[in-house]
């Protein structure tokens, strides 16, 4: 079956403004698409009316509008793995003290699809929705060491220790595979740690990372055994939850 053209053109001028934080111009969306400059403006104004762009009328150019993120929080709102995973992110608030996150592998990023926040005034908050790195967050490690995601081909360095050599990469990565944990030791953002473990189905596929983020101050490198013990004790304890295969 052939698809809509106006449809798939709008799809993709969607996708094109996700990747586009600061906007894009109807003139580019033009050249890209090798159509005229009206089609696309009473397109962008489609989208507009629906609510699933935004004009900025500073620069002329759009952004992605309120209803897509209406329609993302549904979408991880609604989610099984979301609803069963709530009281194990909270239970590692109570045994840790930090903020607990769940993520799952979207288009090559870790995607925070839920979060529990730490009681602490100074804490390390993610909003869900929000995409991140692979190489340099524990989540994302999580992935490209048990998802089989490939290392990017060229990492982005956040901070003086973010690891961006694919071979010392490769060796950091065997070592989170034999741990069984990872860890993001400043390597996203300065002054911050945090722990993540996998999630098993009962294939054996990594199909999500849950974990804490907090601040080093509150999670020193000599405290970091203890902490490790609680995350991948409510992980395993998760995945049985789940019927899924505990990580061994």
Do not use: W
Not at 4 to 33: H, Y
Not at 119 to 134: F, H, M, N
């Amino acid at each position: 079956m052939s698809e809509l053209q106006s449809l798939a053109r709008g799809l993709q001028i969607l996708e094109k403004m996700s990747n586009a934080p600061e906007g894009i111009g109807i003139t580019d969306l033009a050249d890209e698409f090798g159509v005229d400059k009206g089609s696309i403006s009473r397109l962008m104004q489609t989208l507009a009316n629906y609510g699933f762009a935004e004009k900025d009328e500073r620069t002329r150019k759009y952004i992605l509008g309120p209803q897509i993120v209406r329609l993302s929080r549904a979408v991880l709102t609604g989610m099984p793995l979301r609803e069963t995973a709530k009281p194990f992110l909270q239970k590692m608030v109570d045994q840790t003290g930090e903020c607990a996150h769940l993520a799952i592998l979207a288009k090559g990023e870790a995607l925070y699809i839920d979060e529990v926040e730490s009681p602490s005034a100074l804490r390390v908050s993610t909003s869900v929705g929000t995409l991140a790195p692979l190489h340099c967050t524990a989540l994302g490690k999580i992935f490209l060491t048990f998802s089989g995601a490939p290392f990017p081909e060229k990492p982005q360095s956040y901070t003086f220790r973010t690891i961006t050599d694919p071979s010392t990469f490769r060796h950091h990565i065997e070592q989170v595979k034999n741990q069984g944990y990872a860890m993001d030791d400043e390597e996203y953002h300065p002054g911050v740690r945090c722990i993540a473990v996998p999630v098993f189905d009962y294939r054996n596929r990594c199909v999500a990372a849950i974990g804490i983020s907090g601040p080093t101050s509150r999670l020193p490198l000599e405290s970091i055994a203890r902490v490790v013990k609680n995350v991948q004790e409510i992980g395993q304890s998760l995945s049985a939850k789940l019927s899924f295969k505990p990580v061994e």
